[in-house]
């Protein structure tokens, strides 16, 4: 059971460690650590995508800032309290790790497979040059009763066909990981930067309507 769990929600990067590690949080003993990993696009942009990861899996005392690394693992959620609000944290919680030597063509070194339900309505818009989008958040489900919510952005005929999804709908998903960075503004003078973590959609198939997914997600 837990491995056909584990199979809806896969994620695979091959990318140059750009941090340290910065520690996260420890369960029964075993700690976790942060680092963000920069992985190339066709575009030649970059995307930096942040790894949790264990002790037990790579030396976490080590600088290992230019190498490249090879994972796989799963793209998860967690809400964090801050100011009187949830904030929707994303990372890769990598299972798999291993230096490489060679880093393979870039639409070959991020690519991710979600198996979910629809949670929310789907945003439909365009652009101001017509190009359209449709935001999606998806919930995919963990053992032991947990789901991630994972935002997904679609673009041009996958936009116009997801925004036909109705809420509980099932739905397969195939991208890649990307970061965006954006502007929020806080008063006339003062601006904050964040980054987005989100998956861009290349495919999606939706199948018939189900309520079966885990109605625990607060904005």
Same mark, same amino acid.
């Given at each position: 059971?837990? #491995?056909?769990?584990?199979? +809806? ?13 910065? &520690?996260? =949080?420890?369960? &029964?003993?075993? $700690?976790?650590?942060? %680092? ?17 990861? @264990? /002790? ?9 800032? $230019? ?8 793209? !998860?959620? *967690?809400?964090? =309290? ?17 230096? %490489? #030597?060679? +880093? ?5 070194? +991020? ?30 489900? !963990?053992? *032991?009763?947990?789901?991630? &919510? ?7 005929? +996958?936009?116009?066909?997801? @925004?036909?999804?109705?809420?509980? $709908? ?8 990307? @970061? ?16 987005? &973590? /989100?998956? @861009? ?13 885990? /109605?625990?997600?607060?904005?």
């Amino acid at each position: 059971m837990v #491995d056909k769990v584990i199979e +809806n929600n896969r994620v695979s990067i091959v990318g140059e460690v750009v941090s340290d590690f910065r &520690y996260s =949080h420890q369960v &029964y003993g075993e $700690g976790f650590y942060m %680092v963000d990993v920069a992985v190339s696009r066709l575009s030649d942009l970059t995307d930096v995508v942040p790894l949790m990861v @264990s /002790e037990r899996l790579v030396d976490v005392t080590e600088c290992c800032i $230019g190498r490249l690394v090879e994972v796989s693992g799963q793209f !998860r959620s *967690y809400n964090r =309290h801050e100011e009187n609000r949830n904030k929707l944290i994303l990372s890769v919680f990598v299972r798999e790790w291993q230096f %490489v #030597d060679i +880093n393979p063509e870039a639409g070959k070194t +991020n690519q991710i497979y979600l198996d979910g339900f629809i949670c929310k309505a789907p945003i439909y818009r365009k652009t101001p040059l017509g190009r359209e989008i449709a935001d999606l958040l998806v919930a995919v489900n !963990r053992p *032991y009763g947990k789901s991630d &919510y994972i935002p997904c952005i679609a673009w041009g005929r +996958n936009a116009r066909f997801a @925004s036909t999804f109705e809420v509980g $709908g099932k739905i397969q998903i195939w991208g890649r990981v990307q @970061s965006r960075d954006y502007v929020k503004k806080i008063s006339e003078d003062e601006v904050e930067k964040h980054v987005a &973590y /989100e998956v @861009s959609v290349s495919k999606l198939e939706v199948h018939s309507h189900e309520q079966d997914y885990r /109605e625990d997600y607060r904005d």
